[in-house]
């Protein structure tokens, strides 16, 4: 899996885009990009993911650059229950392994 | 979507004793299970992978004997603390990967208490 690298923490204001950035910048051609959050106390949450092109589900948006080397996740529309831990994870296999991830606060 | 189930969600037991933990996969079959071990404020530590029907995979530096893990059918895996000491104390969490995709489904974790 190739290492990941995101800020360990970042603040947004309720209502906001939350843009939170990722540096994979040793991904391999078959790896994807995957992103979880996690909420106090809970298991991860599984957000989406994508290979080269820029991906948009129900909960985000996925932007990679074209050299594969970054990625930001984007909330739309952050609201005081997207406050969690965000973990980027590169990987070509299905064992997802964590980094340290970035603690995302939304502020009323 | 699919849905992982822990039990317990908490468990408080005496240093000496095992205490068994299951992960179940409620509307898919899984193949494969992963089993992680959370600290306080720590990222998830992958311990080991789970196939059915053979031994588990153990990551390095995480004692088979100590963490037994059992996948025994298609939905449901099984991780046993055996001796436990406090320095287990922690959030044990399991996910699953329906047969044949990369998508990962995770539980919603037990908290293990050693006294």
């Known amino acids: 899996d190739a290492k990941t690298t995101q800020p360990p923490s970042m603040d947004c204001a309720e209502g906001r885009a939350a843009n939170l950035p990722c540096n994979h910048s040793t991904i391999s051609g078959n790896e994807y990009v995957y992103w979880y959050r996690q909420i106090h106390s809970q298991g991860p949450q599984y957000i989406i993911h994508g290979l080269k092109n820029n991906e948009t589900n129900e909960m985000a948006s996925l932007i990679i650059t074209e050299d594969r080397k970054s990625s930001t996740l984007i909330l739309p529309h952050a609201t005081l229950r997207d406050t969690a831990v965000y973990y980027c994870?590169?990987?070509?296999?299905?064992?997802?392994?964590f980094g340290a991830g970035t603690r995302l606060t939304v502020k009323p | 979507g699919a849905v992982v189930s822990q039990h317990p969600s908490r468990v408080i037991c005496k240093s000496g004793t095992s205490v068994k933990i299951e992960c179940r996969s409620l509307d898919f079959q899984a193949t494969t299970m992963f089993w992680y071990r959370q600290f306080p404020k720590k990222s998830l530590m992958l311990m080991a992978t789970?196939?059915?029907?053979?031994?588990?995979?153990?990551e390095q530096g995480v004692e088979k004997d100590k963490f037994l893990i059992n996948h025994a059918s298609l939905t449901l895996s099984t991780l046993t603390v055996t001796s436990a000491h406090p320095e287990d104390s922690s959030f044990y969490i399991c996910s699953a990967s329906p047969t044949r995709s990369y998508e990962q489904y995770f539980g919603p974790g037990t908290r293990l208490t050693v006294t």
């Open positions: 994870i590169a990987t070509n296999n299905n064992d997802m392994r």
């Open positions: 789970s196939n059915e029907g053979s031994k588990a995979t153990y």
